[in-house]
C-alpha cells in the first residue's frame, strides 16, 4: 500500500498541474450550463427534485467521464509510449497498483469538481438540494470504479500518443450522441446502459433520489447489478491484455 500511496501523491501534484485539462473537464460544463441555464438565476423557477437532479445528473455524467478518459485510460496510454508507464511499474510491480493509484487520485480530483459546479448549479436555480450535493458525490464513490473499468477496453488498442485526442473526441462524440436513443423495453434498456454515459445519467439520478427516499425499482437494480459486473469483468480483462511496452518498442 506504501506504493500506492507514494503514486497517488504523484498523480494528485500532476492533475493539479494540468491546468488545461481542469478546464476542459469542469469550466466547460459550467460554461455550457450559464449558457442554458443562467436565465433561471433571474427569473427563478419553481422544479421538483426529480427535476434538478436529473438536469444535473447530465452534467455530473460528463465530467466525470472526462475526467477519467482523460487523466486514467487515455493517460496511461500516454504514459505506455513516453516509457513512464513501463518506470512506474518496474517501482509498483503491478499494473493494478499503478491504476488504483490513479484512480483514487482521480476520485479526489473528482470531488472538488463535482462540489464546485454543484454549488454553481444551486446558485444559478435558487436551491439547496440534499440530492444534488450528496447524490453527486455518492455517484463518484459508486460509479467510478465501474466506468473507469469498462474504459479499459481502450488499453488493447495499440495507437500512438497522437493518436489519442482523436480517439478521445470520437469515442465522446459517439457516447453523447447514442445518449438519445431510449427504450421501455428492460432489455433494450439494459443494452443502452453499455454507453458509460448513460450508465452515469441513470444510476447517478437514482442515488440521489434514493438519498430522498425514492427507492429504485427492482428492474433499475437489476440492471445496475448486471452491466456494473459486465463492466468490471471488461476491465479485469483489458488490464491483463494492456502492454507496457511502447508500440515502437514491440517485436
Same mark, same amino acid.
Given at each position: ?6 503514486l ?5 501534484v ?7 485539462? &481542469? ?5 466547460l ?17 419553481h ?10 445528473s ?12 482523460n487523466?486514467?485510460?487515455f ?15 518496474f ?17 479526489t480530483i473528482?470531488?472538488s469538481?463535482?462540489?464546485l459546479?454543484?454549488? =454553481? &448549479?444551486?446558485?444559478?436555480f ?19 470504479i465501474p =466506468?473507469?473499468? =469498462?474504459s479499459c477496453? &481502450? ?13 478521445e473526441?470520437?469515442?465522446l ?10 427504450s421501455?423495453n ?6 443502452y446502459?453499455?454507453?458509460?454515459i448513460?450508465y452515469?445519467v ?11 427516499g ?9 440492471q445496475f =447489478?448486471?452491466v456494473?459486473?459486465?463492466?468490471i ?8 491484455? &494492456?502492454?507496457?511496452?511502447p ?5
Amino acid at each position: 500500500m506504501n506504493k500506492v500511496k507514494a503514486l497517488y501523491k504523484v498523480y494528485i501534484v500532476s492533475s493539479l498541474n494540468s491546468k488545461i485539462v &481542469f478546464m476542459y473537464n469542469l469550466l466547460l460544463p459550467i460554461i455550457y450550463l450559464l449558457a442554458t441555464n443562467l436565465k433561471y438565476f433571474f427569473h427563478p423557477i419553481h422544479m421538483t427534485n426529480q427535476g434538478l437532479i436529473n438536469t444535473a445528473s447530465y452534467f455530473w455524467a460528463y465530467i466525470i467521464i472526462v475526467t477519467l478518459l482523460n487523466n486514467v485510460t487515455f493517460e496511461m496510454l500516454g504514459e505506455r509510449e513516453s516509457g513512464y508507464f513501463k518506470e512506474m511499474f518496474f517501482i509498483a510491480g503491478s499494473k493494478w497498483h499503478i491504476l488504483l493509484a490513479n484512480l483514487l487520485a482521480q476520485v479526489t480530483i473528482l470531488v472538488s469538481e463535482l462540489t464546485l459546479f454543484n454549488v =454553481v &448549479f444551486s446558485i444559478i436555480f435558487h436551491t439547496i438540494n440534499f440530492g444534488i450535493f450528496l447524490g453527486g458525490l455518492l455517484a463518484i464513490l459508486v460509479l467510478t470504479i465501474p =466506468v473507469t473499468c =469498462v474504459s479499459c477496453i &481502450f488499453l488493447i488498442l495499440r495507437i500512438k500518443a497522437q493518436t489519442i485526442p482523436v480517439i478521445e473526441t470520437i469515442t465522446l462524440f459517439g457516447l453523447f450522441a447514442l445518449l438519445s436513443l431510449n427504450s421501455k423495453n428492460p432489455v433494450i434498456a439494459t443494452i443502452y446502459q453499455l454507453n458509460p454515459i448513460q450508465y452515469l445519467v441513470q444510476n447517478s439520478n437514482s442515488l440521489s433520489l434514493l438519498l430522498l427516499g425514492n427507492m429504485p425499482s427492482s428492474i433499475a437494480i437489476f440492471q445496475f =447489478v448486471i452491466v456494473t459486473v459486465l463492466y468490471i469483468l471488461v476491465g479485469v480483462w483489458g488490464l491483463s491484455k &494492456f502492454s507496457i511496452l511502447p508500440i515502437e518498442n514491440r517485436a
